[in-house]
C-alpha cells in the first residue's frame, strides 16, 4: 500500500491527543485538527504562527520548545495557556510531550508533541473503567496487571502482583490461608479476590471482624445458639456465621484480637469442620473454606501467651504478606486514579489531580495505607475547589492521626500567634482589617518569590501552587 501525505495526515487528525511539529526555528509545519480544536485557532492561522508568537502574545510565559532545542531531551510538563488577548478569556492547563527529532549532525530538526488539556486526562481512564472489559496481551515486554473484575484490586507494584499470582494458584484449594499486613492494606480486598476465584465463588464469602464484637457475642455470632440459651437470646435461636459459611469462603478479620478463651472452640471446628451452637449438645457438619487475616505477628503473639499456638498453624498454612503501601509506591498513582474515577463518577464531578499534588501523593508514606489514600481522594474531590487537585503538602488532609496532637507537637507552628506579640500589635495599630492585612501578607510573599525564582512556574512550585494561581494574583497586586 502506498502511504503518501495525504494519508498520514488522514490519520493524525484523527487521534484525539493534539499534535503540532515544529521546524528547528519553532515555526509550524504541521497541526491536527485535535490541537485547532484545542488551541481555538484555524489550521491556516498555526501554519502561519511561530511558538514564540505565544509568548509576544502573553499567552504562554515559557516555551517548552526552547528547553528542547536547548537540551536536545524529551520535556514533559504541564502548561498553562491563556488563549484570546481578552482578560475575560478562560486560561487552561494542558500536559505537553514534547520530543526532539535530529538530523544527520545531531542538532534538532525538528519537534513533534503531544499534548492534551488536563481537564480531559482521565477521560479514557474513566470509559475503561465503565466498560468493564480487559483485554490480557500476551507479550514479553507487557506486564501489566489490569484491575480485576468485582475486586476493584489496583497492582502495578512487583510485590503485589507476586501476590495476585499466588492469590490465583491457591484459589481452587480449599487450604487455610493467613492474610498479614498493617490496617488498611486491603487484606479483606485480597480475601475476596481468593474466594471469587475459587470454587465456592458461586455463594457470597461470610466477613466478621473479630475486633468488632466482645467476647460473649463473638462466639455467639460464630457459633451460633439454640433458643434461650442465655438471656436475651432470641426465641427462635439463631444461626452463627461458620455455620452460613457452609459451601462457601469464613473470612475472619483481626483474628490476632480474638479472646484466648474461644480459639481452642474455632481450632477445633476448623479441624473437624463441625460446629456445636450455644446451648446445644447436637454437633453439626459444616463444610467452608477458611482465610483469616492479622495486623500483628501472631507468631509473636503466641510467645507471648495471647495466641494459641496449636491455632496459629493451623491458620498459616499458606502464609501471604501484604506489603504497605510505602513499600510499593508503584500503586500509589493507579490506585489514586482509580479511586478518583470512582468519586468523580459518585459525586458527578471532572476532576484531575494537579502535577504536584501526584508528586506529593508519591512523597508521602501513607501510614493508613490504601484506606487513607481513599479517604483522601474522596475528601479531596468533596473539598477541593475548580477542576484540579493541587496540593503540595497533603498530610493535613489526608494523615489519619490526630492532628490536635500533632499540632501540639509542633510549637513552631503557631508560636507566633501570641496575643502580646509585638508584630500583630504594629498591625492593630494602622487598623488594617483582616482582609487588608492577608493581602498585604500574600502580595508581599508573592513578590519575595518571583525575585528569588524569577521565573512564575518555579515560584509556583516553591509556594505550593499553580503557575496560573501565581499569573492572577500577579495581575491583582500590579507586580508585572
Known amino acids: ?64 520548545s526552547d528547553v528542547v532545542y536547548r537540551e536536545k531531551r524529551q520535556v514533559v510538563i504541564f502548561q498553562d495557556v491563556q488563549i484570546g488577548n481578552s482578560r475575560l478569556s478562560k486560561p487552561f492547563r494542558q500536559l505537553i510531550v514534547s520530543n526532539p527529532v535530529f538530523g544527520p549532525d545531531g542538532e534538532v530538526q525538528n ?133 452460613a ?20 472452640k474455632l481450632l477445633r471446628a476448623i479441624e473437624t469442620k463441625t460446629i456445636q451452637r450455644i446451648g446445644s449438645t447436637a454437633l453439626k457438619k459444616v463444610d467452608f473454606r477458611l482465610i483469616s487475616a492479622t495486623n500483628e505477628d501472631l507468631w509473636k503473639a503466641a510467645e507471648e501467651k495471647r495466641f494459641r499456638p496449636d491455632l496459629f498453624y493451623r491458620l498459616n498454612v499458606i502464609p501471604m504478606e501484604l506489603a504497605p503501601l510505602r513499600d ?39 501510614p493508613g495505607n490504601v484506606r487513607e489514600l481513599k479517604n483522601f481522594v474522596e475528601r ?22 490526630d492532628k490536635r496532637a500533632d499540632f501540639a507537637a509542633q510549637p513552631e507552628l503557631h508560636r507566633g500567634y501570641n496575643e502580646h506579640s509585638p508584630m500583630y500589635q504594629r498591625f492593630w495599630g494602622k487598623n488594617l482589617t483582616l482582609h487588608e492585612y492577608l493581602d498585604r501578607c500574600e502580595r508581599e510573599y508573592i513578590k519575595y518569590a518571583l525575585n528569588t525564582y524569577k521565573s512564575s512556574y518555579a515560584a509556583a512550585e516553591a509556594l505550593g501552587t499553580s503557575q496560573s494561581s501565581i499569573m492572577r494574583r500577579k495581575r491583582k497586586y500590579g507586580l508585572d
Open 111 to 243: 519537534i513533534i508533541a503531544v499534548c492534551r488539556p488536563l481537564s480531559t486526562i482521565n477521560d479514557f481512564y474513566n470509559k475503561a473503567m465503565d466498560s468493564g472489559t480487559v483485554s490480557t496481551v500476551a507479550a514479553y515486554t507487557w506486564n501489566r496487571e489490569a484491575p480485576v473484575a468485582g475486586g476493584n484490586i489496583v497492582a502495578e507494584s512487583p510485590a503485589m502482583k507476586e501476590l495476585l499470582r499466588l492469590a490465583r494458584e491457591i484459589a481452587s484449594f480449599d487450604t487455610s490461608v493467613l492474610i498479614s499486613g498493617e490496617s488498611g492494606t486491603g487484606k479483606e480486598i485480597i480475601a475476596q479476590y481468593i474466594h471469587s476465584h475459587g470454587n465456592r465463588a458461586g455463594r457470597e464469602m461470610v466477613v466478621i471482624n473479630c475486633a468488632s464484637l466482645p467476647e460473649n457475642l463473638l462466639e455467639a455470632e460464630l457459633f451460633g445458639y439454640e433458643k434461650g440459651a442465655f438471656t436475651g437470646a432470641s426465641t427462635t435461636g439463631k444461626k452463627g456465621l461458620i455455620e
Open 380 to 401: 479531596s474531590v468533596v473539598m477541593s475547589a475548580g477542576d484540579f487537585i493541587e496540593m503540595t503538602n497533603i498530610q493535613g488532609i489526608a494523615a489519619s492521626h
Open 1 to 64: 500500500m502506498d502511504f503518501n501525505a495525504q494519508f498520514y495526515e488522514l490519520m493524525l487528525d484523527n487521534i484525539p491527543d493534539g499534535i503540532y511539529i515544529l521546524d528547528d526555528k519553532g515555526n509550524y509545519l504541521f497541526v491536527n485538527s485535535a490541537y485547532v480544536h484545542i488551541i481555538g485557532m484555524s489550521k491556516a492561522e498555526l501554519l502561519a504562527f511561530n511558538v514564540h508568537d505565544f509568548i509576544t502574545n502573553k499567552q504562554l510565559d515559557f516555551c517548552v
Open 245 to 264: 459459611a457452609d459451601g462457601s469462603t469464613l473470612f475472619l478479620d483481626e483474628i490476632n484480637s480474638m479472646p484466648l478463651a474461644l480459639q481452642g
Open 328 to 366: 510499593r509506591r508503584e500503586d500509589i498513582v493507579p490506585l489514586a486514579l482509580h479511586f478518583l474515577a470512582h468519586y468523580n463518577k459518585k459525586y458527578n464531578k471532572s476532576k484531575a489531580f494537579a502535577e504536584m499534588t501526584i508528586q506529593s501523593m508519591l512523597d508521602y508514606d501513607w
